[in-house]
């Protein structure tokens, strides 16, 4: 697996186990910088103030999550986004 794919992975794994909205946010626009689906002067802006992303990036980016995560269900069998759900 490659080394990018791992990272998103981290990454989408964080955003699954966000807290709150502001987490939520910062891990969002982590994601949309690293794949490129926000421009480099967006990432830089929402990089200091995640509030500041608006329902078209946050939809965009959590589209490209769902889409990657069906995408990349087979590499990793054992791969959950949600392991909380198996700490019962």
């Known amino acids: 697996?490659?080394?990018e794919t791992l990272s998103v992975r981290?990454?989408?794994r964080r955003l699954h186990?966000?807290?709150?909205?502001?987490?939520?946010?910062?891990?969002?626009?982590?994601?949309g910088s690293q794949v490129a689906?926000?421009?480099?002067?967006?990432?830089?802006?929402?990089?200091?103030?995640p509030t500041q992303l608006n329902?078209?990036?946050h939809y965009r980016i959590?589209?490209?999550v769902h889409r990657w995560e069906r995408e990349?269900?087979?590499e990793e069998s054992e791969w959950d986004p949600y392991p909380e759900r198996h700490n019962d």
Not at 37 to 49: G, I, K
């Open 1 to 3: 697996m490659s080394q």
């Open 10 to 12: 981290r990454l989408i």
């Open 17 to 31: 186990q966000s807290n709150t909205t502001a987490e939520e946010r910062r891990h969002l626009v982590e994601i």
């Open 37 to 49: 689906l926000l421009t480099p002067e967006e990432a830089a802006t929402l990089a200091q103030d």
């Open 55 to 57: 329902a078209d990036q």
């Open 62 to 64: 959590w589209d490209w």
């Open 72 to 74: 990349h269900r087979h």
